[in-house]
């Protein structure tokens, strides 16, 4: 077959170039060398700092293997009968310009998107040559479009994304292309310098008022480069993200919230905000009695506990599509993947989902990523994943019906993944399977999710931050306070006792802290040592003297069965009536009793006293049989009304 003739590929910085040339390349001109070096591609400044170039195979390159398409960004003599323009919406170039940071001065790093949009370029059709002529960015995007959009063939990014094939049908018949393959094929990756999810609406979170009046006075609502909607495009295919019926959730988990209250289930609306190209729809079930629910991918929790056979059984009878379970626990992945279930995800999960709308198959998508478990003959389960959520998009709320914020009594935002602790017992800090590294997600986000949540339900819904501890990043909890002490919205969390101090529990209730919850697992030294606790019993109780009186009402968990004697049982007795003689005004014990053994945590994997059984009978996860004296403390406690 003879090779096709050289079209190159011309159009303005962040169009979509690397990603067509690539397109092209692997339809075109198949198993062809049409490589050229790759040179530094960034603001003509930073002469030792460029961008990134990445492969359709995701590796970091510096040969491009299609190099021989490329055009420029500038208006070079061309022939027109052998080149193609490549246009994408102004609103999403120019996002897509300055979330990389490479393509712009360095002391204009911090510039918000507005500030960034007001300011005058300093180059000129690409970002390695300088400005003749400063020019507004919106203005030079109308003056490169069409100037070469009247000249020379031309395609839309949206278009190419939405309907790829229509796009590579419309250049085959143009040029009079001969195709590499029988049917045109899509790209495995991303491409290109610094390249992003290209979803095509993603504008719309930065754009304000003020400038798209600008940008509609200078673009015209008529002009053929605007992209405003998905209309007349290929119909997207469906996921259903499903909050289970209550009638089989009946539990309380200390790391996921309690599911038997009504609540906003953010995890899984973080999923959905990271998903790209699909139609979502979200379904509680503990609201809505829908009897049958169509979508070609159904994700929903799935808890590890007596009923969660009987759970997933019931999530088949009721959704038609491909499941994809969230794990509850981690550790129990391999557990659910024996379900009729595509795959299990068990690490990070908006990161994990949020590719789906990378790839056209999914099981290309269930091969290649990470932070999944699935059963193919054999149990498959692939690395975990590095803690992410310090980049998770802001929480779209827009998919939540209107009703359900009627019902809805609180919120559990998770603030933070990983744990700067290392206790035996707990499924952050002390698990085997998943990334221990703490990160927070970024404080501006948190209350910004926030006030959004209150703007879209019409009323106030409480949040409980879920976060391995608050007390643990001075430096987050002063950006928070910065931006809640001036209008302050209650909330409840949780604290840790080591390393409680005054100044931060002014923080925390100057910000609206109402409540915090605690862990006090055990009041002697040895206990705590066995727990993995990093404080002593001194620590208790200079922490709970401190917290007493910051105005903060707390509740504390207290738990038995990992291996105590009868001497630790006395202690623990004598350790709170210490705490007594401290006259505190405001103690609660909310949960006092056995620890729970979940798997992948170290307590697990090396219990240090006899386990009781673990069927189906008696419950899914291994409890401890206590000592017979922890009832002459529960007896003290409730006499002295701190535990009911």
């Known amino acids: 077959m003879d090779m096709n003739r050289i079209i190159k590929v011309y159009g303005h910085p962040r169009a979509g170039n690397n990603f067509l040339m690539a397109l092209m390349h692997k339809n075109f001109y198949d198993g062809i060398d049409l490589s050229g070096p790759i040179k530094g591609f960034g603001h003509w400044t930073r002469e030792n700092e460029k961008a990134i170039y990445f492969d359709a195979d995701k590796n970091y390159v510096d040969v491009n293997k299609y190099g021989r398409l490329a055009g420029s960004h500038a208006n070079l003599d061309c022939s027109f009968e052998d080149s193609i323009y490549i246009v994408r919406d102004c609103r999403s170039v120019w996002v897509s310009v300055w979330r990389n940071k490479v393509f712009g001065r360095k002391e204009d790093e911090n510039l918000s998107f507005k500030e960034f949009m007001w300011k005058k370029l300093d180059w000129y059709w690409d970002f390695n040559n300088v400005a003749p002529i400063e020019m507004m960015p919106i203005m030079h995007w109308h003056n490169h479009v069409k100037s070469w959009s009247e000249k020379i063939f031309t395609v839309r ?46 504008w719309k979170e930065y754009w304000d008022e003020d400038l798209l009046m600008v940008h509609d006075y200078i673009v015209p609502k008529d002009f053929f480069a605007r992209f405003e909607g998905k209309d007349n495009c290929r119909e997207s295919p469906k996921i259903a993200f499903v909050i289970p019926s209550n009638e089989l959730m009946d539990y309380e988990d200390c790391c996921w919230g309690k599911t038997n209250t009504l609540n906003s289930p953010h995890m899984l609306l973080s999923c959905a905000s990271e998903i790209d190209g699909y139609d979502k729809e979200f379904i509680d079930l503990r609201i809505d009695d829908i009897k049958k629910i169509d979508a070609d991918i159904i994700v929903y929790p799935l808890v590890f506990n007596t009923e969660y056979k009987k759970m997933h059984n019931r999530m088949k009878e009721i959704c038609d599509g491909k499941h994809i379970v969230i794990s509850i626990p981690s550790g129990y992945a391999e557990d659910f993947a024996e379900l009729d279930v595509f795959c299990v995800v068990y690490s990070e999960p908006e990161t994990v989902i949020g590719k789906i709308g990378s790839f056209d198959d999914l099981g290309d998508w269930r091969n290649s990523v990470d932070g999944i478990c699935y059963n193919d003959g054999e149990i498959v389960k692939k690395d975990f994943l590095k803690t992410d959520i310090h980049n998770l998009r802001p929480i779209d709320y827009s998919i939540v019906p209107k009703h359900y914020w009627e019902r809805y009594n609180i919120a559990m935002i998770q603030v933070s993944r990983g744990c700067c602790y290392r206790c035996k017992f707990c499924i952050w800090g002390g698990s085997t399977v998943t990334d221990r590294t703490q990160k927070f997600r970024g404080y501006e986000k948190v209350v910004k999710d926030i006030w ?86 001194e620590d208790i109780v200079r922490g709970l003297k401190l917290l007493d009186g910051s105005g903060i009402e707390y509740h504390l968990h207290f738990r038995t069965g990992f291996g105590e004697t009868e001497e630790d ?29 979940y798997k992948g945590t170290e307590i697990f994997e090396n219990p240090q006293c006899e386990l009781g059984p673990s069927d189906e009978n008696v419950g899914c996860n291994k409890i401890a049989y206590d000592v017979q004296r922890w009832y002459e403390l529960v007896a003290l406690l409730r006499k002295w009304g701190w535990f009911k």
């Open 569 to 597: 049982v006395v202690e623990s007795i004598e350790n709170f009536k210490r705490l007594k003689e401290l006259d505190l005004k405001n103690i609660l014990i909310h949960s006092f009793g056995p620890i729970i053994y």
């Open 452 to 537: 959004e949540m209150r703007k879209n339900a019409g009323r106030y819904i409480f949040p409980f931050l879920i976060c391995s501890q608050l007390t643990s990043d001075m430096k987050w909890l002063r950006g928070f306070h910065s931006l809640m002490k001036d209008n302050p919205l209650i909330f409840h969390s949780n604290i840790n006792l080591f390393d409680v101090t005054e100044e931060k529990l002014r923080l925390l209730a100057e910000s609206g802290m109402s409540n915090a919850s605690v862990g006090l697992e055990a009041v002697t030294d040895n206990l705590l040592a066995k727990l993995g606790k990093k404080h002593t019993f």
């Open 157 to 202: 990014y949206e278009d190419l994304i939405l309907k790829p094939f229509e796009v590579l049908a419309s250049i085959e018949e143009h040029y009079g292309l001969i195709r590499s393959h029988e049917e045109f094929e899509l790209l495995d990756g991303l491409v290109g310098w610094c390249p992003g999810k290209g979803k095509i609406d993603a």
